[in-house]
Nanobody, 123 residues
Framework: QVRLEESGGGLVQAGDSLRLSCWLS????????MGWFRQAPGKERELVAA?????TNTWLADSVKGRFTISRDSAVYLLMDSLISQDTGVYYC???????????????????WGQGTQVTVSS
């Protein structure tokens, strides 16, 4: 029984920064690769960042490279810098248990999901 809890969303101006946080409970956190997804208005959910179990390797979607950073210690974080209106959407934390040491980039890998947190960027 894995539970994911998210926080950090809000309404910000273009150019501002936000940091999203996500905590996993019910299982050993280090057994799980983690990812952040977002769903923009009128668009399908997409993976924007992924991190491996130990936090030593990450993956970022082209649309956020150079602006977003994913990291983890006791929780997983998404630091979003230089936000633009296209970043607006509901952001979801996701987890999947694995023995792999690589970030997981296939959406079907993730079995557990947070409730989502709204990020709105005004221009």
């Amino acid at each position: 029984q894995v539970r994911l809890e998210e926080s950090g969303g809000g309404l910000v101006q273009a150019g501002d920064s936000l940091r999203l946080s996500c905590w996993l409970s019910g299982r050993v956190f280090s057994d799980y690769a983690m990812g952040w997804f977002r769903q923009a208005p009128g668009k399908e959910r997409e993976l924007v960042a992924a991190i491996n179990r130990s936090g030593t390797n990450t993956w970022l979607a082209d649309s956020v490279k150079g602006r977003f950073t994913i990291s983890r210690d006791s929780a997983v974080y998404l630091l979003m810098d230089s936000l633009i209106s296209q970043d607006t959407g509901v952001y979801y934390c996701a987890a999947g248990a694995t023995l792999s040491t690589a970030p997981q980039t296939l959406p079907g890998f993730y079995r557990d999901w947070g409730q989502g947190t709204q990020v709105t960027v005004s221009s």
